[in-house]
């Protein structure tokens, strides 16, 4: 299945990766049918370039204006600072309930989206689908 997300969304995400160096951002993007996607940038409660986990306060705040305005969570992004815009094992079990076996998806058909500043003049923006612990890149369409 095909991510579509605006050209302005995708150079939100970088700049907000590249903004946070040395640390790794993170964020939500939330959608609803006929509408532009709405992206959240959210902090780091980590404050690490190795791992991000999301300010519970900001993701309070993003799951009370999905049921305020009856849009869905779409994206989950975050940046890799110094690898490739591809899943770490951690990212892998972020995604699935603590202790859940198999993996059980704790957010069912959402992207994740990686943001990798490796090559900090050409960014890479990949996304991909993780689901019981396996991970599916799906294509990214920029429009």
Same mark, same amino acid.
């Given at each position: 299945?095909?991510?579509?997300?605006?050209?302005?969304?995708?150079?939100?995400?970088?700049?907000?990766?590249?903004?946070?160096?040395?640390?790794?951002?993170?964020?939500?993007?939330?959608?609803?049918?006929?509408?532009?996607?709405?992206?959240?940038?959210?902090?780091?409660?980590?404050?690490?370039?190795?791992?991000?986990?999301?300010?519970?306060?900001?993701?309070?705040?993003?799951?009370? *204006?999905?049921? =305020?305005?009856?849009?869905?969570?779409?994206?989950?992004?975050?940046?890799?600072?110094?690898?490739? %815009?591809? $899943? @770490?094992?951690?990212?892998?079990?972020?995604?699935?309930?603590?202790?859940? *076996?198999?993996? =059980?998806?704790?957010?069912?058909?959402?992207?994740?989206?990686?943001?990798?500043?490796?090559?900090? %003049?050409? $960014? @890479?923006?990949?996304?991909?689908?993780?689901?019981?612990?396996?991970?599916?890149?799906?294509?990214?369409?920029?429009?």
């Amino acid at each position: 299945m095909t991510l579509e997300l605006p050209k302005a969304v995708v150079d939100e995400m970088v700049a907000h990766a590249r903004e946070d160096l040395p640390n790794e951002c993170c964020g939500l993007i939330t959608a609803k049918d006929g509408e532009t996607p709405r992206l959240y940038r959210t902090r780091n409660s980590e404050a690490s370039p190795f791992r991000y986990v999301i300010h519970p306060l900001d993701l309070l705040k993003v799951e009370q *204006d999905m049921d =305020d305005t009856g849009s869905k969570l779409l994206v989950i992004y975050h940046s890799h600072v110094a690898s490739d %815009a591809y $899943p @770490s094992p951690t990212d892998v079990r972020m995604a699935a309930w603590p202790g859940s *076996d198999p993996p =059980d998806d704790l957010y069912p058909g959402t992207y994740y989206v990686l943001v990798s500043l490796k090559d900090a %003049a050409n $960014p @890479s923006v990949r996304a991909y689908q993780i689901h019981a612990g396996e991970i599916t890149e799906e294509p990214l369409k920029v429009t």
